[in-house]
């Protein structure tokens, strides 16, 4: 197969690690959670999306629960520069091993 011909890519996702200086804290079903990484998707018009992840605070089993993002700069930077990151760590792939 040579080129994009017949390749459909459905979706690009990358995992992120929130930066310590960068997480928060956010509640759901009386819960506190500690967001500590982000899932951020390229959608198919080329803007990005972004969910954070978290634990609860409390400690236990708790499930892994998402959230949304906050509109904060530092975030946003985190979020671009990471899509970067993954842009550059793709382009340079060495094919199957």
């Excluded at 509109?71 to 671009?80: H, N, Q, T, V, W």
């Excluded at 993954?86 to 060495?94: T, Y």
């Amino acid at each position: 197969m040579s080129g994009n011909d017949g390749v459909e890519v459905n979706a690009l996702a990358i995992n992120v690690a929130i930066p310590e200086s960068l997480r928060w804290t956010d509640v759901r079903r009386g819960d506190t959670f500690r967001l500590e990484t982000l899932t951020v998707r390229l959608l198919p018009h080329g803007h990005l999306a972004a969910k954070a992840y978290g634990r609860p605070v409390e400690g236990g089993r708790g499930a892994y629960v998402s959230f949304p993002v906050p509109d904060r700069p530092e975030i946003a930077r985190l979020i671009s520069e990471a899509a970067d990151r993954a842009g550059a760590l793709w382009a340079s792939h060495r094919g199957p091993q």
